[in-house]
């Protein structure tokens, strides 16, 4: 397949998730206890896709490799935004997690720092592609350059946003030629991380307690898990159609964000939750294509990047409400209630654009050759 179908493909398959999330959106929102007004969310949802759609088409015009020269600036700024969230009167506790900041306008800068730390350790792996190898170049200073964000967002209670970011990560330098030796080493660090954030943690016990019997825990820290299974169920193979889930009237909690996916099932059935996952399967693919036409190791590796923070939440978040992993608390891209989510997916999907645009052409660009020669593959 060209590179150019491809992303025709991908803009297919996005703009199909994100009608059905306007759709679903409409249908469970108006439920939320929150909502006041029982078409504002879809106004707002609308207005985000709006906003995204736009700053996608614009950062599908601009030549990617621009951002090379401000990428240390663009990552150091975002670190400083997931800082914001631990200060008083700027960051703000939802829930108990502090994903959140405000500043004229109210949005998750987690969701910002997954791009910006794809484009940051692109970068560095296509600089010292010949060093990947090495311990210090191709694992240490990889690791740091998403490790430091990751702990960041953790440390915010995000853990679901953290492990979908981790898993990015991992594909980057998994590509980008670092020895499987230090990946499974990081992993296995990683996995005994989280065993002692989690065992330390009562609430993420329950958590895990619950995800291993919602039904026993069905009215504590097993509810959303329990209620998914039972709308999955009554949604059979054809669904009770748009507008009659049950579970959506405040028997599902957050059943318009992280849990909008088991709605979705009972009003679709089987044939609505594969469409989804087949779309999001199609969207990967199209990414991998993508990065095996790029001419440069740089947009091959960040088209890589953004796939896996496009796939990887959206298969982690499937999970969730499938019980196939406890509750981590993750919004489906593209679908899910929210805007800072919606419009950073969509800035994603944008930059892979611009990837398929000026990466792909029969002649490199010896500007970038003579600039970043560790970088250029000529001979593609």
Known sequence: MSSKASILLAWFFVIFLLVMGLVMVSSTAMWAEETLDPYEPLYKQTSFALVGLLGALALSRINYHIWRQYIWLILGVACVLLILCYVPGIGKEINGERRWISIGMQFQPSECAKLCMVMALAHWMALYRDKAKTFIQGAVIPG????????????????????????????????????????????????????????????????????????????????????ANIALTRGGIHGLGLGNSAEKHRKLPFAHTDFIYAPLGEEFGLFGTLSVLFSYGGFAFCGIVIALHCKDHFGRYMSVGITSIVFCPALLNIAVVTSAVPNTGLPLPFISYGGTNLVFTLAALGMLTSIQRYSTSSQPDYKLVRKYPNSIDTKL
């Open 144 to 227: 740091l350059i998403f490790g430091i964000p990751l702990a960041l967002i953790f440390f915010e209670k995000d853990m679901g946003t953290a492990v979908a970011l981790s898993l990015a990560g991992f594909c980057v330098m998994f590509v980008g030629g670092t020895r499987i030796i230090y990946l499974v080493s990081a992993l296995i660090l990683s996995a005994g991380l989280l065993y002692v954030m989690v065992s330390g943690s009562e609430n993420r016990m329950n958590r895990f307690r619950a995800w291993k019997d919602p039904a026993a825990h069905a009215q504590g820290q097993g509810l959303q898990q329990h209620r």
